[in-house]
């Protein structure tokens, strides 16, 4: 009897197992995510706290400070489309010379942590810098400072998303049209349009870390709304309940910001990253090929100037023969969390990803959930996450970097969960479904056909993912197990009467260390490839 | 092929796991600091060479210099994970003191430290100083125009080309703090305003206000005595200027060496003994050019002795209480 009720409950759980799968990773989503911030949120209960966040809330300053967050962040987003969105066309479809080489110099700040490039600006632009002068000093400390430093950093996220989105172009579309109208008209009324969802996609994930940037605003004196949030966790008042309260009108925000984008890209939100087309001829742009190539060639090194500034810095300053007295294990201990949060990325997003792109039930809310992870300023969850994880009896995680590699699960999830969701939304789903009629389960076609199937897809989020770890500082900064510290975090408490050129020398760390994981990882995705 | 990728990345992350779990706990302590790691660091490498303990720490950033580990100390309260606390200032530890953070040790290395600079009870000790000084840029400023008094920093003299740091981190959370109960807590907040009204920029942090000034960006700031010791290493053209001299004095902060209720008591004594040690302070003078309160350790080069100095009267107890009550209305000046 016994045997015959288990082989009948495995066969009920072998035919349930997505949906079970998608719940034990939702579950994981949930407790890394919204348990934490739910607890925080209980804070409010506390003595006084609610009254505290509610005239906090009512405050005018609030809103002021929200509004003005809200330009600068929409100002980013404006700006790095108007970089990224013809920087995106050119390097994507055109004729401009060594256009591979510029996009991935033009991409490479995005993954490094932007305080580290406006520490590279400082030097240029500083009245001391390598180029300082008065004006430019005043510019960069300045809300113009920030969106431009900003701008600049995120670009790439718009350049990126075009060049990509562009392959999924129907050729046959472009082939038409280049009938009848010239490449300038071709990109403008037919191209751009067909990308609608890459650039909707861009401007939600820059709109997003331009609101969340702590850093760059706080090193340029500029106030902004997430400094506010981190006042009451960073200031002699602790009152992390009001912190919660604050950090709400920013979830709305976010809510805001998927409808946007849910409204924007329609049903082809995850669709649009293309790996599929065949090849179609170079758009040529005849007398107009010179200009384009320079304004590629600038944007694509002027992102590189505040690094080249930092190496400069740490030259002259004898910053690199000081480096082993000051490294330590923090380019260690960063490399290994972002390799392991990134692999529990991975992991969460092969199966959310996979709902969320099949429109599963569940997929699409927990989809919302890593996104609002991804908004939600650093310091509120990792404050919500100190408060769950620090007990005695979970020593085992939160004395020790496994708390560094959940929190930054929690916080980049989005960005390998949205990756994956790419992949396989750009799949047919034909194979699948002839497994399942074959009798596959889920983990087996899982295992057998998706994976193997969309692998450079998957790679590409697990890189991603890794990569945004790598940069991380807002989170790590606030819960590293003592003695622990990743390279960032290690670089921002040194930057405090640290030598400036030690400090330069191990930012050029960080730059190294992040190109060699990108050439490693681009290697081995290109490689399966051929 | 993929069998055999899958096998190498699943032994990988074993490793990696094992590497993570398996670093060595035995004999170790924690500790959270809020004095520039700079300067710390080769203190806690020598006590490590010497008593053969693993220190594990956790350094604050400039940003939140003194109120960031604080926080994670408060915040970890439920389970400690800190043996001691070396905090940049006097007035914090007192926080935590009140909160029953604290594991009180009286160190037989506190006998040289002044009575004004310690508790009976152990429960915190302090250490080498810094003052809180004016650096101005010797470019900007002519000899007989230097400023004198903190007040300058209002003048409009100066408009447009002073720095202080964010009154809502740091050491300047306690000096804004010390100068309410010096003037009065109206006057405090007239000279804020007065402040701002006249461009003074607010900085990130001490190193900021040191950056500006050394730069040139602006004429003078209000930073600490570590921050201009650097300054003058990197060669900048700046000067110093110990305020108020001829007033209420300049305002010396003690650095505090806090026992806490952490799970290694045992090491954090033996820590806190070496913390309290004539070396460490010399070390710290040496280094940070910090202001010795012992009689047997030596000022650094040029610097001075707390006695040579007139300092500001202060009491650290009552200085905790105003930071406290001022910080709603610090926040609200400060438009956060």
């Not at chain 1, 995005?110 to 180029?131: K, V, Y």
């Not at chain 2, 701002?196 to 607010?202: E, L, P, S, T, W």
């Not at chain 2, 190193?207 to 290493?233: I, N, Q, W, Y």
């Amino acid at each position: 009897m016994a045997p015959g009720m288990g082989w009948v409950v495995t066969m009920r759980l072998r035919r349930r197992e997505e949906p079970l799968l998608l719940a034990v990773a939702g579950g994981v989503l949930v407790g890394l995510v919204l348990v934490p911030l739910v607890s925080l949120g209980g804070q409010l209960a506390r003595g006084e706290a609610l009254v505290h966040a509610a005239r906090t809330l009512s405050a005018p300053r609030t809103w002021s400070l929200l509004l003005a967050s809200l330009g600068i962040a929409a100002a980013v987003t404006v700006a790095a489309l108007a970089i990224g969105l013809p920087l995106g066309v050119l390097l994507g479809r055109t004729d401009v010379p060594l256009r591979r080489l510029a996009l991935w110099l033009h991409a490479f700040p995005l993954s490094l942590p932007p305080f580290l490039i406006a520490l590279g600006w400082f030097h240029l632009l500083g009245r001391g810098g390598l180029a300082g002068s008065a004006l430019g000093a005043r510019l960069l400390f300045s809300p113009t400072g920030v969106v431009l430093v900003l701008a600049l950093a995120l670009a790439p996220v718009v350049t990126s998303l075009v060049v990509v989105g562009l392959r999924a172009v129907d050729p046959s579309l472009e082939e038409a049209a280049l009938l009848v109208a010239g490449p300038w008209r071709v990109s403008v009324r037919i191209l751009l349009p067909l990308v609608r969802p890459a650039v909707a996609l861009a401007a939600l994930v820059v709109f997003s870390l331009a609101l969340s940037e702590l850093g760059v605003p706080m090193f340029l004196r500029v106030g902004v709304y997430p400094a506010m949030v981190f006042s009451r966790l960073g200031g002699v008042d602790y009152a992390p309940g009001e912190a919660f309260a604050l950090a709400l009108p920013l979830f709305v925000v976010a809510v805001g910001l998927l409808v946007f984008e849910r409204r924007a890209a329609g049903r082809r939100a995850f669709g649009v990253l293309g790996l599929r087309s065949r090849e179609v001829p170079d758009l040529r742009l005849g007398r107009w090929r010179p200009a384009a190539t320079a304004f590629a060639a600038a944007a694509a090194l002027l992102p590189l100037l505040p690094l080249a500034a930092l190496a400069i810095r740490a030259g002259r300053g004898r910053g690199f023969s000081e480096l082993p007295r000051w490294i330590g294990a923090s380019a260690w201990n960063s490399l290994l969390d972002a390799f392991l949060a990134g692999t529990l990325i991975l992991l969460l997003a092969v199966v959310i990803g996979h709902a969320a792109a099949r429109r599963r039930r569940g997929g699409l809310g927990l989809d919302a959930l890593a996104v609002l992870a991804f908004v939600t300023p650093a310091t509120v969850l990792g404050v919500a996450l100190v408060a769950t994880w620090n007990r005695p009896s979970l020593q085992a995680v939160y004395g020790t970097s496994a708390i560094v590699v959940l929190a930054l699960a929690a916080r980049y999830g989005a960005v390998g969960l949205r990756a994956a969701a790419v992949a396989f939304s750009q799949g047919s789903d034909h194979y699948e479904e002839a497994a399942a009629i074959g009798g596959a389960r889920f983990l087996r076609r899982l295992g057998r056909v998706l994976v193997p199937i969309h692998a450079r897809g998957l790679g590409a989020a697990w890189l991603l993912g890794i990569v945004f770890c790598l940069r991380d500082l807002e989170t790590a900064v606030l819960l590293y197990p003592a003695g622990e510290e990743p390279l960032t975090v290690r670089i921002f408490t040194l930057e405090a009467n640290g030598p400036e050129g030690v400090v330069a020398a191990l930012s050029c760390v960080q730059v190294a260390m992040t190109a060699a994981v990108l050439a490693l990882g681009a290697a081995l995705l290109l490689r399966g490839r051929r | 092929m993929i069998r055999r990728r899958m096998a190498f990345l699943v032994l990988a992350l074993l490793a990696a796991s094992t590497a993570v779990s398996c670093r060595s706990r035995a004999r170790e302590v924690v500790v959270y600091l809020s004095i520039d790691q700079v300067f710390t660091e080769p203190i806690l490498r020598d006590f490590e060479r010497r008593s053969g303990v693993k220190v594990r720490a956790v350094f604050d950033t400039e940003e939140t210099k003194s109120t960031g580990v604080l926080n994670r100390i408060v915040a970890e309260a439920a389970n400690p994970q800190a043996d001691v606390f070396w905090s940049g200032d006097p007035v914090r530890p007192l926080l935590l003191v009140k909160r029953g953070l604290v594991r009180p040790y009286a160190s037989p290395n506190a006998a040289a430290v002044p009575p004004g600079f310690k508790a009976a009870d152990g429960s915190w000790t302090g250490g080498a100083a810094r003052a809180r000084l004016l650096l101005v840029n010797t470019n900007r400023v002519k000899p007989d125009e230097r400023p004198r008094s903190i007040r300058e920093l209002a003048s409009p003299r100066w408009r447009g080309q002073t720095a202080i740091a964010n009154p809502l981190f740091g050491t300047t959370t306690m000096h804004v703090a010390a100068l309410a109960n010096a003037w009065g807590e109206d006057a405090l907040k007239a000279f804020l305003v007065q402040l701002k009204a006249n461009g003074c920029r607010i900085a990130s942090s001490n190193g900021e206000v040191k950056r500006l000034v050394a730069s040139g960006e602006v004429a003078f700031g209000l930073a600490d005595t570590d921050d201009a010791a650097e300054a003058l290493r990197e060669g900048a053209p700046v000067e110093v200027v110990y305020p108020d001299q001829d007033g209420m004095g300049t305002l010396l902060m003690p650095t505090v060496v806090v026992p806490l209720r952490g799970p290694h008591p045992e090491e954090a004594r033996r820590l806190v003994d070496h913390l309290l040690s004539t070396a460490a302070e010399q070390e710290l003078v040496d280094a940070a050019s910090h202001i010795p309160l012992r009689a047997d350790v030596n000022p650094p080069l040029g610097g001075k002795r707390a006695s040579e100095l007139r300092a500001m009267p202060v009491d650290y107890s009552r200085v905790a209480d105003t930071m406290e009550r001022l910080q709603p209305w610090l926040r609200e000046w400060a438009g956060l």
